[in-house]
């Protein structure tokens, strides 16, 4: 039986960008496919991927992009996910400083006017609130503010049914190492990719407004991480697979630095500003 198709669903700013560099690696051009939110909500890429022949949609091996699930059921041959998580908090003021900074984002000219807790209270960006448990529960419909105990276990089961590793921000070699036991993959050297410079500090109330609305992320959050734990407790092979990937990525780094950090960096300060609208 053949491999099923890898779908990478992207959830902004939690360092997919730098693992979408590593996919790209195990798999030939032919074979990989990204779907774009552009400037729109990410869930309209399940209406545009649906509008594609068949063909094309069984065609790829890897499906990259910010997405919600619910893309599978539209893939016509067996398909598995794969994720990253982050910590709700450091999420949400990453999301909000990549908007305040990203010209062709379209809540870039809204948000320039609004302070944090301002543009929390606005409910102009669902990204804001429990968007890691939205997009894994594939829900478009529940209303910005609401914390409904149903989406977040609607968001495991789908987790336990249909993705084969949920890998977290904050144990990032870890995560790619198990990405790499489940599916057979080598060459997961990396640099980090789209790192911000300047980091958004909250007031007392942000912090708390930000719990608030990330409820169901926040215990969602800490239920992946136990469950990536005991992923590496029971997986034999992982011990020796992270001490040779140790070596291997320390060797990376210089080469990296000079095929991609350098040439990112000269071309960040070269290009004019940004128009694209999606989170890294």
């Keep these: 039986m053949s491999e099923p198709t890898v779908v990478f669903l992207h959830i902004g700013k939690t360092g997919g960008t730098t693992l979408r560099r590593v996919l790209r690696r195990q798999y030939p051009e032919s074979e990989m496919m990204v779907v774009r939110a552009r400037a729109r909500p990410r869930e309209e890429t399940l209406a545009d991927f649906a509008e594609l022949p068949e063909a094309e949609r069984a065609r ?12 599978h059921e539209l893939v016509p041959r067996p398909s598995t996910y794969i994720t990253l998580l982050r910590r709700p908090v450091s999420l949400v003021l990453s999301q909000y400083g990549f908007v305040r900074r990203t010209p062709g984002h379209r809540h870039h000219q809204a948000a320039q006017g ?4 301002e543009y929390l209270a606005s409910g102009l960006a669902q990204e804001m609130n429990n968007s890691q448990t939205r997009a894994l529960a594939g829900a478009v419909d529940v209303p910005y503010g609401e914390n409904p105990p149903e989406l977040l276990e609607l968001a495991k089961r789908n987790v336990e049914e249909h993705f084969r590793v949920v890998g977290l921000t904050e144990r990032f070699d870890e995560s790619l190492v198990l990405f790499g036991l489940a599916f057979g993959w080598s060459r997961l050297s990396y640099v980090r990719a789209n790192v911000a410079s300047k980091r958004v500090v909250p007031s007392p109330a942000g912090l708390a407004e ?39 990525n320390r060797l990376y780094q210089p080469w990296g630095k000079v095929t991609y950090t350098l040439p990112k960096r000269l ?13 890294a």
């Design 60 to 71: 790829p091996r890897l499906i990259l992009g910010h997405t919600v699930f619910g893309l």
């Design 114 to 117: 609004m302070g944090l807790e």
């Design 210 to 248: 930000i719990e608030r609305l990330n409820a169901l992320d926040l215990e969602l959050y800490d239920w992946a991480e136990r469950r990536l734990q005991a992923t590496i407790d029971g997986e034999p092979r992982f011990a020796a697979a992270y001490a040779r990937f140790e070596r291997r």
């Design 267 to 279: 071309h960040t300060r070269l290009q004019a500003p940004r128009s694209a609208g999606e989170p």
